[in-house]
């Protein structure tokens, strides 16, 4: 039986390839004849088991169908599931992909690592879900193709850096997330890019790129004590970061060193579109609120408020010029792609360097 050592750890090893039949292999080698061929995709969601890394051979894409695959089985701490792509010579790590059709690939079990996938899917619901406590996704491409809803990622208590997450949904969310960390990501949306709800919310280094409506970071349900938003690049939707806390129990809110650009598209005088926009069912007492070191261009306001007072809002800048190398209002893969890293523009890129971290400060408002 074919072992490795996969990030300090000595896994089992199970190979899924796109070419072979379910049911006639143990999976145990990257082969597509005998008992010890690779398993189909049915394969490794019937028997996957904790201390296994499924490599995921690119050697063309797995068969689309309609049906939701979940993998349900638990890993541990020492013995976690790994999902991995690599090349077909198994030589190396690299994006295995999946056309899952209408269906959705659902990763349930805890100790979940899923990394080095492009899985497609045109589903209603989602793309893909991590759905566990102390699962991580990082280095995959996630998309969804659905015009009209379907997310792209669903990530409940984990965390999912260095991903490529889109959805094409009109009315969709590219990233649902609740009691997670999302960090470093490129999230790419038709309609709201990073929705959450249910627990805290940590997000950092991501790059959301919209289509000029909805919002940017969303939440509109119960939004719970810890909330931290920090330098990410926000383009191109109504709101920047939209939060309603219905529950009335936001104790920490921390947004600071964001980007926000071309925030706009919203006239209505109660409720202009702006970059930040915080409401609540009724006034907060004894949080601690923190709007510092954000910078914003071409965006209409800068902050909406129905419950705050604004005495902690520091060090938050307009931009004089566009602070992009190069910006563009289509964000799909073009011959020219957009270029969202900082430029050395005074008044623009520069302004957004170097931001010294904030002073903070109690505030009480009963």
């Not at 049915?42 to 979940?70: K, L, P, Q, W």
């Not at 890993?75 to 269906?103: K, V, W």
């Not at 919002?215 to 939209?242: H, K, P």
């Amino acid at each position: 039986m074919a072992t490795a050592i996969v990030d300090g750890k000595t896994l089992e090893i199970r190979y899924v390839r796109p070419d072979v039949t379910a049911g006639l292999g143990d999976g145990t080698e990257n082969r597509t004849d005998g008992d010890t061929r690779a398993w189909a995709l049915t394969d490794a969601v019937d028997h996957h088991a904790a201390g296994m890394e499924i490599r995921f051979i690119n050697y063309g894409s797995f068969t689309a169908d309609t049906t939701h695959r979940s993998f349900d089985n638990d890993g541990t701490g020492s013995q976690p599931i790994i999902f991995s792509g690599r090349n077909a010579s198994d030589t190396a790590y690299e994006n295995a992909y999946l056309n899952r059709g209408a269906g959705s690939t659902i990763f349930n079990g805890k100790n979940t690592i899923v990394r080095y996938l492009d899985i497609v899917s045109s589903s209603s619901v989602q793309t893909v879900s991590l759905s566990n406590s102390r699962s991580l996704m990082y280095n995959c491409k996630i998309l969804n193709t659905n015009v009209i809803s379907g997310m792209g990622l669903l990530l409940y208590r984990g965390c999912a850096f260095n991903n490529y997450i889109e959805s094409r949904g009109v009315i969709a969310h590219a990233l649902s997330s609740s009691f997670s960390v999302v960090f470093g990501n490129k999230v790419i949306s038709k309609y709201n890019g990073v929705y959450y709800d249910n627990g805290n919310m940590f997000l950092f280094h991501n790059l959301i790129i919209g289509n000029g409506v909805a919002n940017g970071v969303y939440s509109e349900e119960y939004v719970s004590a810890l909330n931290l938003i920090q330098n990410n690049t926000i383009y191109n939707f109504n709101y920047g970061i939209n939060i309603y806390a219905t529950n009335n129990i936001i104790k920490n809110i921390h947004i600071a060193n964001n980007l926000f650009h071309t925030i706009s598209g919203i006239n209505n005088p109660s409720d202009p579109s702006a970059c930040i926009a915080l409401r609540m069912a009724a006034l907060q007492s004894d949080y601690f609120l923190t709007i510092y070191g954000n910078r914003y261009y071409n965006c209409d306001n800068f902050m909406v408020d129905d419950k705050y007072d604004t005495e902690n809002l520091n060090n938050n800048i307009e931009c004089l010029a566009d602070p992009f190398v190069h910006t563009d209002v289509n964000p799909s893969y073009d011959s020219d792609p957009p270029d969202y890293s900082l430029n050395n523009v005074t008044g623009g890129g520069v302004s957004c360097k170097n931001i010294p971290p904030p002073v903070y400060n109690w505030t009480w408002n009963h």
